[in-house]
């Protein structure tokens, strides 16, 4: 999506004339669909899920769609203890082995612990 972006939406335009907060609203628009194609997303409206888009996007330095595993531990556990829950990083290691989460990882992943499912 972010070469998509880079090589043909801002080609033509001047740095100063783009408006960033309407790309990452397209962007969000084009991916959105596979969110709320699955009824399976109960925690999260269409707008809340976007804010969590932007903020995976922040974390995604490299644009490679995907975020290390340890960022994303950061963010979860941050919005764990505003839950006033305690923080438990195994779950996370048990979902994903690998090193990096994709967004709808992230998602999952936040959605899981907002429901206290564990059994992974």
Same mark, same amino acid.
């Given at each position: 999506?972010?070469?998509y972006k880079n !090589? @043909?939406?801002?080609?033509?335009?001047?740095?100063?004339?783009?408006?960033? !907060?309407?790309?990452?609203?397209?962007?969000?628009t084009i991916v959105?669909?596979?969110?709320?194609?699955?009824?399976?997303?109960?925690?999260?409206?269409?707008? &809340? &899920?976007?804010?969590? @888009?932007?903020? @995976?996007?922040? %974390?995604?330095?490299?644009?490679?769609?995907?975020?290390?595993?340890?960022?994303?531990?950061?963010?979860?556990?941050?919005?764990?203890? &505003?839950?006033?829950?305690?923080?438990?990083?195994?779950?996370?290691?048990?979902?994903?082995?690998?090193?990096?989460?994709?967004?709808?990882?992230?998602?999952?992943? %936040?959605?899981?612990?907002?429901?206290?499912?564990?059994?992974?």
């Amino acid at each position: 999506m972010k070469q998509y972006k880079n !090589s @043909f939406l801002l080609l033509t335009a001047q740095a100063e004339t783009i408006d960033y !907060s309407k790309v990452h609203q397209l962007c969000w628009t084009i991916v959105q669909q596979k969110f709320f194609k699955c009824s399976d997303h109960e925690y999260f409206s269409e707008d &809340a &899920a976007f804010q969590q @888009f932007l903020v @995976f996007n922040i %974390l995604d330095i490299e644009e490679i769609s995907q975020v290390e595993k340890e960022e994303i531990a950061i963010i979860l556990e941050k919005f764990v203890h &505003a839950m006033g829950k305690g923080w438990d990083p195994k779950p996370l290691q048990e979902y994903c082995e690998e090193n990096h989460l994709t967004f709808w990882q992230y998602l999952e992943c %936040l959605e899981k612990y907002i429901s206290g499912n564990e059994k992974w």
